[in-house]
């Protein structure tokens, strides 16, 4: 299912991070970084709120527009009931939709704002993202203080809050097209190996998007997958080698886990960044750059998102995935 | 901010029930009805996943479409990170957009997949969502054995599956215009009395909806509120008629929350129904029919949902709310 987009822009970005992104090699990139993973409040649930909430007032203040100017928010994290999204935008009072597709979630949010602005139903939107890595190992793993080992195919939930402020009104970077994924299921069970499954959907979802559009990977300068990580970004490779002879390689693809942090110095991100903002962080901050400077002309962002819950893996329910597709393109 | 749809109608809906729905006063209006809360399953989680699974199948039987005729998916529902969605959804091999608003996502995924095909991005989707007494109770209260006692304010989890197809293909039923909510913050911090923190938003939606459309509500037949249940019935009364002089009344007004069981013999609902499948299965069920019937031509569905997790409430945080709007139309 792929959208073409009319009349659809970016209007501008802006990303919050923490200590270990701001340690990675895009630091440059981000409009703030905290150096402590409170921020300064009384619990991590609130310093995720406060990321995701400063991310929004910093698009504001960058377009020089009021919260009386936004028709419309679209946010999702991975805090249960996405409280880190609905406590955030509150102070917006403005319509609210609350999306959770795990970590593809920033990408349906453009879909849908896109969508909205391109059928002239609303004029601009912020779509906004977040995720901590200890509320996520809080909520979804063992208590930090257990200690307990990880195999290398672990991720690291990125800690940050990114928003996107997209618009009708002309500008350089355009949302151009967009394909919404399906549910996959490629029987995968391991909660430590996020790449393996998440790695399925993001292929099913650049197929289609290929097949939709009659293009070729070569259409894009860069695809980016959301948060496979090292291992996931490999299965990728190998999986669109044999089964459909696409060929990615260092030139025209990259993963935003892997990318977020340094994979060697930074050790313990063990396979890469994951969690809904890191991929936000890295399209928002480096790819948005780029893109503006016509360094690249044209890329393909699809997020990947594993779809489970702590009950579902205690369970022994197969962990689904997700990805979502949007094309981005310099006018 | 409200949309206004040309083109967008309702195919059919389907409504799968349990015990104490399949007791209460809109019993014949349900397409199929469990007599056991575990569906036949292992589990609490795949009894829900089954319910919703069987909404979706039940509503590609009524309209004779196939899931490959079927463009979208959009689904939501309480459990964490939406599992009964996701699991339910997958055999559809659809695009899927996955959902958070807490009780007011049926109206959320109806606004969005309105808003699709209004702007012919597709043909037709099913909007869908679940919940159920145990897997609510079990994650957000107190686990059932301990037995603790609730005040006559706490509302009572629905138990159901429950699903629209929306089309651009002329119907009986139009889905004529929505209004996406605002999320309100009334300083509310009780989790037993919703009706109090959902209230506000219902009234902030209505008063939007109304203004924006330049309507009165006798422009409506019926307007019916998600899950205020009895006591929240009474506050958004209480408070329309005083703050803005609108008079709901039993004529022009009801609760789904209230409808869905007979309160004064279903002791065990307390105030009423609630969860997101209450205002569907009320409104999927015996409202569809009055209006194919023509016993209602026009009628606003307000969902109205809190938005907390026991995170939040554990760490004192006010309980926030929402509110989606829908008109629908006899044609």
Same mark, same amino acid.
């Given at each position: 299912?792929?959208?073409?987009?009319?009349?659809?822009?970016?209007?501008?970005?802006?990303?919050?991070? $923490?200590?270990?992104?701001?340690?990675g090699?895009?630091?440059? @990139?981000?409009d703030?970084?905290?150096?402590?993973?409170?921020?300064?409040?009384?619990?991590?649930?609130?310093?995720?709120?406060?990321?995701?909430?400063?991310?929004?007032?910093?698009?504001?203040?960058?377009?020089?527009?009021?919260?009386?100017?936004?028709?419309?928010?679209?946010?999702g994290?991975?805090?249960? +009931? &996405?409280?880190?999204?609905?406590?955030?935008?509150?102070?917006?009072?403005?319509?609210?939709?609350?999306? @959770? $597709?795990?970590?593809?979630?920033?990408?349906?949010a453009?879909? =849908?704002?896109? /969508? #909205?602005?391109?059928?002239?139903?609303?004029? $601009?939107? =912020?779509?906004s993202?977040?995720?901590?890595?200890?509320?996520?190992?809080? +909520?979804?793993?063992?208590?930090?203080?257990y200690?307990?080992?990880?195999?290398?195919?672990?991720?690291?939930?990125?800690?940050?809050?990114?928003? &996107?402020?997209?618009?009708?009104?002309? /500008?350089?970077?355009?949302?151009?097209?967009?394909?919404?994924?399906?549910?996959?299921?490629?029987?995968?069970?391991?909660?430590?190996?996020?790449?393996?499954?998440?790695?399925?959907?993001?292929?099913?979802?650049?197929?289609?998007?290929?097949?939709?559009?009659?293009?070729?990977?070569?259409?894009?300068?860069?695809?980016?997958?959301?948060?496979? *990580?090292?291992? *996931?970004? +490999?299965?990728?490779?190998? @999986? #669109?080698?044999s089964? @459909?002879?696409?060929?990615?390689?260092?030139?025209?693809y990259?993963?935003?886990?892997?990318?977020?942090?340094?994979?060697?110095?930074?050790?313990?991100?063990?396979?890469?960044?994951?969690?809904?903002?890191?991929?936000?962080?890295?399209?928002?901050s480096?790819?948005?750059?780029?893109?503006?400077?016509?360094?690249?002309k044209?890329?393909?962002?699809?997020?990947?998102?594993?779809?489970?819950?702590?009950?579902?893996?205690?369970?022994?329910?197969?962990? #689904? /995935? &997700?990805?979502?597709?949007?094309?981005?393109?310099?006018?």
């Amino acid at each position: 299912m792929t959208f073409k987009f009319n009349n659809v822009y970016v209007e501008n970005t802006a990303t919050v991070t $923490n200590l270990y992104e701001a340690n990675g090699p895009l630091k440059k @990139y981000f409009d703030k970084k905290y150096d402590d993973l409170y921020c300064g409040e009384k619990s991590i649930e609130k310093a995720e709120v406060r990321m995701l909430k400063d991310s929004i007032q910093i698009l504001l203040k960058k377009t020089s527009l009021g919260k009386d100017d936004i028709d419309l928010v679209l946010a999702g994290d991975l805090t249960n +009931q &996405i409280t880190s999204s609905t406590y955030a935008s509150s102070f917006m009072n403005t319509p609210f939709l609350g999306l @959770y $597709n795990a970590c593809a979630t920033s990408m349906e949010a453009v879909i =849908i704002g896109s /969508s #909205l602005i391109d059928g002239k139903k609303i004029n $601009n939107c =912020i779509c906004s993202t977040s995720s901590h890595n200890m509320t996520s190992e809080k +909520q979804f793993r063992n208590p930090t203080e257990y200690g307990g080992p990880k195999p290398r195919t672990a991720t690291f939930t990125a800690t940050g809050g990114a928003s &996107i402020m997209l618009t009708n009104k002309k /500008s350089d970077v355009r949302v151009e097209c967009a394909t919404i994924g399906r549910i996959v299921d490629f029987a995968q069970t391991d909660p430590n190996h996020m790449g393996a499954v998440m790695a399925p959907a993001a292929a099913d979802t650049l197929v289609t998007h290929l097949q939709d559009t009659k293009r070729s990977i070569d259409d894009y300068d860069l695809i980016l997958t959301g948060d496979l *990580g090292f291992f *996931g970004k +490999q299965i990728l490779t190998d @999986y #669109l080698k044999s089964e @459909y002879n696409i060929v990615l390689n260092k030139k025209n693809y990259n993963d935003c886990g892997v990318m977020l942090y340094d994979l060697k110095r930074q050790k313990e991100v063990l396979a890469g960044g994951s969690g809904p903002v890191c991929s936000a962080l890295v399209n928002y901050s480096y790819i948005y750059d780029m893109l503006k400077n016509k360094k690249l002309k044209r890329v393909l962002l699809i997020t990947t998102g594993a779809l489970f819950s702590p009950t579902s893996v205690f369970q022994k329910e197969n962990i #689904l /995935s &997700i990805a979502h597709a949007v094309s981005l393109e310099v006018i």
